[in-house]
């Protein structure tokens, strides 16, 4: 029975993750068909990762209120259900929410998922076994969304990378309810916190967006710093409520404590760099090199091959060395690897790609699998899909304000040597080169603050 378990939430956290990257490969495709620019193709991006970060702790919350298998399917519907929308979209607005729908189902998904991980293998050996496998699944749905995604657009259409998506949901939710028993968290009552949701919700979509979309529309323009401005008053609002709630949604006295805070930190690391590098390693393919979508796709291969491979060895290199120098070894390795990368060259070839691609794949092996593992050390089994959700939020403003930062020095750097009036991915190929090696730079930089940032806080704190 825990064998089928682990398999559906491996498979969960393979598409939630997939759902990320197989829509890089396709962007192309898509503003084709639906005549949609640069600046508005980044909505199909960002409308996922707003939503998605943006609900994650009222995720986690309903998770534990309602019951987490029931939740569980509910999400795996809500991706089902915007996959469908998306595929059969003939104008650009109803596929931007068709990404809104996946990104709500990612943000019930990933808490419940966690948390049902955290609660059904109590055992160490047993439980480190089933976050590896867990973690692993996530790693291969990052790299191979690249993958399936360059496949499935070149053969069928950028819409078939919705509809695969469609039978594998619909598998997992007829499984499911066979395999998990329904569990709650205990002793609370049915509190939802509304004025908390309300603030916290509006305020991560508004300060998201202004970090996903400034680097394109600006920094100072009216709308983007009204979203900013109007999103950081919501956000001390929302602190404010929270510490006078008796059933918060976020319960403050969380941040204080070291591992969660951690785990929330250097999951936004990873996502700065690990995460980042995909979107940028595609425009360098398809852009600079002329790769069809297929054989960006198949290149991704030797990033998924060394994750693989440093996942399976990660727990023996945490118990041979600790945590807290497996975390930063893996955040070192990737910035070796994005070192690697600034030194691509506008006549490229995937064998120059490959050492980075190796290196800073071993390096995400190291990290991805144990990085949430100590969000929920020290705390109560009835609040985890909480904690849960905030290491997930932490990732994924992490990726935004990552995103955000590297996209001031791309914008320095254009101005320098590119045209300022065109959009990243429109800068002819040298051009282009060069920007995207400042990329890897501001990532290499990232990964060895995240490297530091890991002994300092885990130094002294045994993570099994």
Do not use: C
Request: aromatic letters at 12%.
């Amino acid at each position: 029975m825990k064998t089928r378990l682990i398999f559906i939430l491996a498979m969960a956290n393979l598409i939630s993750a997939m759902d990320f990257t197989i829509i890089y490969v396709a962007l192309p495709a898509i503003g084709e068909s639906l005549d949609f620019d640069g600046n508005h193709l980044q909505f199909v991006v960002s409308a996922y990762t707003i939503i998605y970060g943006s609900f994650l702790l009222f995720g986690g919350r309903i998770t534990d209120l309602l019951g987490r298998r029931r939740m569980f399917i509910f999400s795996l519907g809500l991706y089902g259900f915007g996959s469908f929308i998306g595929g059969f979209s003939q104008h650009g607005w109803l596929l931007i929410v068709a990404r809104g729908i996946q990104g709500m189902g990612g943000a019930i998904l990933f808490p419940a998922t966690l948390a049902i991980l955290s609660t059904s293998f109590v055992e160490q050996s047993e439980r480190n076994r089933a976050f590896m496998i867990w973690a692993s699944a996530g790693g291969i749905g990052l790299s191979s969304g690249m993958i399936l995604g360059g496949f499935l657009t070149n053969e069928f259409g950028w819409e078939s990378t919705f509809f695969f998506l469609i039978p594998v949901v619909l598998l997992l939710m007829i499984l499911t309810p066979f395999t998990l028993k329904e569990s709650y968290g205990a002793n609370q009552t049915r509190h939802y916190d509304v004025t908390g949701t309300v603030s916290v919700t509006t305020g991560m979509i508004l300060i998201v967006y202004y970090l996903v979309q400034a680097p394109v529309y600006g920094w100072l323009t009216a709308t983007t710093l009204f979203a900013a401005i109007l999103g950081t008053i919501l956000l001390i609002l929302f602190l404010f409520i929270e510490s006078r709630t008796k059933e918060p949604l976020m319960p403050l006295q969380f941040l204080r404590i070291r591992t969660l805070t951690g785990s929330m930190l250097i999951a936004g690391f990873f996502q700065m760099t690990f995460g980042t590098q995909y979107y940028f390693l595609t425009l360098y393919m398809q852009q600079v090199l002329s790769y069809t979508p297929i054989q960006a796709g198949v290149a991704f291969l030797a990033i998924s091959m060394a994750g693989i491979a440093g996942a399976r060895i990660v727990n023996r290199i945490v118990s041979a060395i600790g945590f807290a120098r497996t975390l930063a070894g893996g955040m070192l390795l990737g910035m070796i690897g994005f070192l690697l990368f600034t030194q691509l060259s506008v006549n490229g070839t995937l064998w120059g790609m490959l050492p980075g691609m190796i290196v800073s794949g071993i390096g995400s092996g190291f990290v991805f699998p144990i990085m949430f593992r100590p969000a929920s050390i020290g705390i109560d089994p009835t609040k985890h899909g909480v904690s849960s959700a905030m290491a997930s939020t932490g990732q994924q403003i992490g990726g935004s304000i990552g995103l955000a930062m590297i996209y001031i020095f791309i914008t320095l750097r254009i101005a320098e040597i590119g045209d300022p009036n065109l959009p990243l991915e429109s800068q002819n190929p040298v051009t282009l080169t060069h920007v995207l090696r400042t990329a890897f730079l501001v990532e290499a930089v990232f990964a060895l603050i995240g490297a530091m940032i890991a002994l300092k806080i885990f130094k002294h704190h045994q993570v099994l």
